[in-house]
């Protein structure tokens, strides 16, 4: 029934996978910055996408990459703005969002981030790439807890404001979407999101089950983001290019399809073998199931989530 591995690439394993080690395979990855809107830009290479705002306060960042990238960030950073690095918000706990927290933490930067990412991060989680609970098998395939450094020292449980210059930024949680513990940052002024991984564009999304995540919570995160989204707002997906409310709506609509595809085979009693060969998502394979995440997979994830294999609640941070 957990066959989640199915069609993976290389380039998914080195820049998305949650607990990967990246200390040498990134050594050539350059940092290429994207103006976005408002002040606000997007950090690109390999690991989630870094969200950028500078003011006469300094400079906001959201997720943080790679601690092997970390210089390379730095240097990007320092290109648009001399100040400090202030403020970093970790959208979710996985380490191509988070590996950067403890040198920007030891730098002077304040790392904030959902409870549940602290809790998380804190102790030994199942690695979403390597299967569901049930398929530990003889490895411990295991993604160890973050040095103490890393840990955000600052967690909410709901929303954040921040009062930047002329700028509103709200950072709000969403409940059970990719992760756990995921935020979404609105820059208000600018009409700009990041989403985090909640968002995937260009490539089907990895929704991580096993720690917490759901279909239910992506769409519910999306439509959030769609009903104060206009025309005119640019989006920060987690991996993929900026992106619009049109293509957010898409998205949405698409997983919508796949998770009533999915649900009306479960009802039937319809194994995953069996859902995942009558390929619930057809339409969109060619595009998007080559890229990051394989059709196989993401059938499984929803087929998971729907049936209500969830996770056990993150424990209680340790340190």
Known sequence: MMRVLTGLSLSMVLSLAPGARADGPLDHVEIETVPVAGGVHMLVG??????????????FLVDDKYAVLNQKIRAAVGAIHPGPIRFVVNTHWH?????GNELLSSAGSVVLAHD???KRMSNEQLNPFFGFPRERGPQKRMTEPAPAGALPPVTFDGTLTFHWDEEEIRVFHVEHAHTDGDAIVQ????????????YFEGGFPLID???????DGVIAAADLVLSL??????????????????EL????EML???????????AAGKTLEQVQAARPTREWDEKLGKVFVSSDWLTASIYTSLTGERSTPARAATR
């Open 46 to 59: 390999a690991g989630g996408n870094i969200g950028l705002f500078a003011g006469r306060d300094g400079v």
């Open 95 to 99: 380490s191509d969002h988070t590996g």
């Open 116 to 118: 549940n990412v602290r």
């Open 187 to 198: 820059w208000k002024k600018a009409n700009v999101f990041h989403m985090g991984d909640v």
């Open 209 to 215: 089950v096993i720690s917490g995540g759901s279909v």
């Open 229 to 246: 989204a206009d025309e005119k707002t640019k989006i920060i997906p987690g991996h993929g290019p900026v992106a619009t409310k049109k």
């Open 249 to 252: 709506q898409r998205y949405r």
């Open 256 to 266: 919508q399809t796949i998770r009533d595809r999915v649900q009306a085979a479960i």
